[in-house]
């Protein structure tokens, strides 16, 4: 599923351009589209590139990450990128755009959509793949926990 995010910036350089808006009280405000995976009460995870880097952007944990994807086979990994979980691949709704192939979900962070949010269907999660996110999350949540 993907949303429209909107965010207030206090950063005074690049202000101006299609991702910026002037809101209340003269306030910018940044507004782009995420895309999260959806499971059915739990809360959602988000989809990402880093910006076209991937887990090898620093300050990014592979081992809260796997590579999300559409399409027949999983993208390759980027040199020197430390992901060892198995792909999870996303069926496609029709008309909607493949993943890019840097696309990581990262299943540590958490976000909650709320009911009234207009989203866009992207894909479904079918079968062993959706077995495997859903084990893929407790065992990032217990590894968070024992570390707390």
Known sequence: ???????TTDEPE???GP????VAHETIAFHTFRRFVVLQSYPDNPITTYHGRATTKPGVDPKAHTIIYTGAIPPPKLPHEKIYKDPIQ???KAGT??????????LGKSYLIEWDSRVIELGQVDGQ?????????????EEVSHLE
């Open 14 to 16: 690049n202000k101006y």
């Open 90 to 92: 996303v069926t496609a």
């Open 19 to 22: 991702s910026f808006t002037t």
């Open 1 to 7: 599923m993907t949303c429209s995010i909107q965010n």
């Open 97 to 106: 755009q493949p993943f890019d192939p840097l696309s990581r979900v990262n």
């Open 129 to 141: 793949a959706l077995r495997l996110l859903r084990t893929y999350r407790e065992m990032v949540r």
